[in-house]
């Protein structure tokens, strides 16, 4: 029995210590495997090889800088538009609890149907006719203009984003991407199985079936915000072999979607009168023509150039540019109006604006360094109209392409810009 007993307490004490060589051993890997890796070769961002000098980081540091305070201004604002707006609303649902408290003592609440309607779709109704959809709205000044966003089936180019770099956002966040997303997929829904009252024509495809569009055929669209009412959205949609486009508008209360118009818009006969004020700009003013030549004669064809040269300097150099394009063009719808005045730009607008007298025309009012695509000038057409409204798009200056496309040897060709 002592000799059993003598065993058993050894291979006890074997067990014993093979655990706890077995716990350290454990331990060990744990703590190599958690030890911070240290690497003495890490670098600096920016191209692998690639020698960067001070100044190139110092521009960097700037442009970040920028950045964030104009996205700190951005989001100063918007807490002092939010604390103005929960100010008002704490205000409505006092007003609203006291009248709850009346109604309770028994001097007869009735309730305010403006306030609380009781039927959901009435309430979504009269917050579409209160914003700025169908109808315009009275502002102090251009500052009280909420801007548009635009955006594609790939980007969203919004102003908030700042143009130090790039206007885009991409990618797109998830929560704006499903947003966008279900708006095109409802705008579609709408073009493809459209109501008695909207302003769009069964068409059939070329072998008789019936039209259908698809995300494909999306082109471009714009969204802003109302913060008391809800969110706007315009989108517009094309077939490649057709020549009409599909306009499509979109509300979002606070709630569903809801259609508010859907119309087919041909934009066959829009002729767009190209109003250019210069003086002496004799080079860019050429650079400006080969830009025309390419885009508004080869490609749209549905356009009239009035060109406001301000002086005598270099006047003979832009009529001989202008008679070059007429040579080789055969483009004979120009207009040179000649003013022996000093430069001013808003004379040179307003004069080249009296100068057509053909009937009702929309005119893009631009600079001899504006550069623009046939899409662009199609772009006019869908979202300016007569006598209600007009397309002020905000510009991509390429003003310095050291800080633009510094990761790049040379600025790619324009179109790619």
């Given at each position: 029995?002592?000799?059993?007993?003598?065993?058993?307490?050894?291979?006890?004490?074997?067990?014993?210590?093979?655990?706890a060589?077995?716990?350290?051993?454990?331990?060990?890997?744990y703590?190599?495997?958690?030890?911070?890796?240290?690497d003495?070769?890490?670098?600096?961002?920016?191209?692998?090889?690639?020698?960067?000098?001070?100044?190139?980081?110092?521009?960097?540091?700037?442009?970040?800088?920028?950045?964030?305070?104009?996205?700190?201004?951005?989001?100063?604002?918007?807490?002092?538009q939010?604390?103005?707006?929960?100010?008002?609303?704490?205000?409505?649902?006092?007003?609203?609890?006291?009248?709850?408290?009346?109604?309770?003592?028994?001097?007869?609440?009735?309730?305010?149907?403006?306030?609380?309607?009781?039927?959901?779709?009435?309430?979504?109704?009269?917050?579409?006719?209160?914003?700025?959809?169908?109808?315009?709205?009275?502002?102090?000044?251009?500052?009280?203009?909420?801007?548009?966003?635009?955006?594609?089936?790939?980007?969203?180019?919004?102003?908030?984003?700042?143009?130090?770099?790039?206007?885009?956002?991409?990618?797109?966040?998830?929560?704006?991407?499903?947003?966008?997303?279900?708006?095109?997929?409802?705008?579609?829904?709408v073009?493809?199985?459209?109501?008695?009252?909207?302003e769009?024509?069964?068409?059939?495809?070329?072998?008789?079936?019936?039209?259908?569009?698809?995300?494909?055929?999306?082109?471009?669209?714009?969204?802003?915000?109302?913060?008391?009412?809800?969110?706007?959205?315009?989108?517009?949609?094309?077939?490649?072999d057709?020549?009409?486009?599909?306009?499509?508008?979109?509300?979002?209360?606070?709630?569903?979607?809801?259609?508010?118009?859907?119309?087919?818009?041909?934009?066959?006969?829009?002729?767009?009168?190209?109003?250019?004020?210069?003086?002496?700009?004799?080079?860019?003013?050429?650079?400006?023509?080969?830009?025309?030549?390419?885009?508004?004669?080869?490609?749209?064809?549905?356009?009239?150039?009035?060109?406001?040269?301000?002086?005598?300097?270099?006047?003979?150099?832009?009529?001989?540019?202008?008679?070059?394009?007429?040579?080789?063009?055969?483009?004979?719808?120009?207009?040179?109006?000649?003013?022996?005045?000093?430069?001013?730009r808003?004379?040179?607008?307003?004069?080249?604006?009296?100068?057509?007298?053909?009937?009702?025309?929309?005119?893009?009012?631009?600079?001899?360094?504006?550069?623009?695509?046939?899409?662009?000038?199609?772009?006019?057409?869908?979202?300016?109209?007569?006598?209600?409204?007009?397309?002020?798009?905000?510009?991509?200056?390429?003003?310095?392409?050291?800080?633009?496309?510094?990761?790049?040897?040379?600025?790619?060709?324009?179109?790619?810009?």
């Amino acid at each position: 029995m002592p000799r059993r007993g003598l065993i058993l307490q050894t291979r006890t004490h074997w067990l014993l210590l093979g655990l706890a060589l077995l716990c350290s051993l454990i331990l060990f890997l744990y703590l190599l495997e958690c030890a911070p890796q240290t690497d003495g070769n890490a670098s600096l961002p920016g191209i692998v090889g690639e020698n960067y000098g001070k100044e190139y980081y110092q521009a960097l540091l700037q442009e970040q800088e920028e950045h964030y305070q104009t996205r700190a201004t951005s989001l100063k604002r918007q807490i002092a538009q939010l604390k103005q707006e929960l100010q008002e609303m704490s205000e409505k649902m006092r007003s609203l609890q006291e009248r709850k408290n009346v109604g309770a003592n028994g001097i007869g609440y009735q309730g305010n149907k403006e306030q609380a309607p009781s039927d959901l779709l009435e309430f979504l109704h009269s917050q579409i006719d209160k914003a700025e959809v169908s109808i315009g709205a009275k502002l102090p000044s251009e500052y009280g203009v909420i801007p548009f966003e635009s955006f594609t089936l790939m980007k969203v180019f919004q102003l908030e984003m700042g143009l130090t770099r790039h206007p885009e956002e991409k990618p797109v966040r998830k929560d704006k991407r499903d947003e966008l997303v279900e708006v095109i997929e409802a705008g579609l829904e709408v073009i493809n199985n459209p109501d008695e009252d909207d302003e769009q024509e069964d068409e059939d495809g070329p072998l008789g079936e019936k039209l259908v569009f698809n995300e494909n055929d999306f082109i471009e669209g714009y969204y802003r915000t109302e913060r008391d009412k809800g969110t706007l959205y315009e989108l517009f949609f094309k077939k490649a072999d057709l020549m009409e486009y599909r306009h499509v508008t979109l509300f979002r209360p606070f709630g569903p979607l809801m259609k508010v118009k859907s119309e087919m818009i041909d934009i066959t006969r829009s002729i767009i009168n190209i109003i250019v004020p210069l003086a002496e700009r004799t080079e860019a003013f050429a650079q400006f023509m080969q830009n025309f030549r390419d885009v508004c004669i080869h490609q749209d064809k549905r356009i009239h150039l009035t060109v406001v040269y301000f002086g005598k300097e270099g006047l003979s150099k832009v009529k001989s540019i202008l008679e070059s394009v007429t040579s080789e063009s055969n483009f004979h719808n120009y207009t040179l109006v000649s003013l022996n005045e000093e430069f001013n730009r808003g004379r040179g607008l307003n004069v080249g604006a009296r100068a057509w007298d053909k009937g009702e025309v929309l005119m893009f009012f631009c600079d001899v360094d504006i550069y623009f695509s046939a899409e662009f000038l199609n772009s006019c057409r869908l979202n300016a109209e007569p006598g209600k409204k007009v397309f002020y798009p905000v510009v991509f200056s390429l003003y310095n392409p050291a800080i633009v496309y510094a990761n790049l040897d040379v600025p790619p060709p324009v179109e790619q810009q």
